[in-house]
């Protein structure tokens, strides 16, 4: 239990950090300095004033020097994220997977609040995200390290098929974000990478139903949020999945 709420803990002060991200890195700005401020008056935001979820609620969503509102998706992404590191220790028995679980959680939010608002998902997110999963995959679990690897590369592969074939419904940012997932899931990249397809489908067809079929495959959506819905989905039920697959499909 100690254990889960210090995960929390973490999820949630990391959310907040995740939102600096979200907000600097497509502006090109850096994420240290300056320290956060009110995007209204630029006062510097108070220690006090930066507590994850629990300063916007007391401050009732607004800035304390100008009154200026602040958006819901600040503490929505920091609760989100404090969930889901929590599901990942209470999921995971072994330190290898409760930090790659984790440390996906903290790359594939940015990813998408990114892509949903610019529709781009950054060179810096998936590179250091690459890096990452080598580096905890080696450090934790050298020997499942050639399927992680085999697993990116099947991910990435499979998604630059799609791009070429279509390369309006899908960029070079979700390839490598498919290939950096791989890198953490392993074969549970499998389920993810069909969850976020499904979606994807779904979601285009919501689209075009409403604002017509016309219309609809003029209109550009974001694949990102799908591939993090889909890495999610997998942190939490991925080799699950392949079980079961295996075991009825398979034998």
Known sequence: MAEATL???????FGSFLNVVAYRLPRRESLVRPASRCPGCGTPVRPYDNIPVLSWLLLRGHCRSCGEGISVR????E????????GAVLTHHSASGIALSVVLILLVVPAALIDLEYR???????GFGALAALAVGLALDAPG?????IAGASAAGLLLLAALAYPRGMGMGDVKLAGVMGLFLGSAVAPAILLALLTGVLGGVVVMARKGVSAGRKTAVPFGPFLALGALVAVFAGHQLVHYYVQH???
Request: charged share 10%; glycine share 8%; proline share 9%.
């Open 120 to 126: 781009i998902i950054p060179n810096r997110i998936t």
């Open 79 to 86: 609760a989100l994220t404090g969930a889901l590191c929590v």
């Open 74 to 77: 600040y503490p929505l992404v």
């Open 145 to 149: 390290e050639p399927a992680r690897l």
């Open 249 to 251: 499909f398979i034998h």
């Open 7 to 13: 995960a929390g803990l973490f999820g949630a002060i």
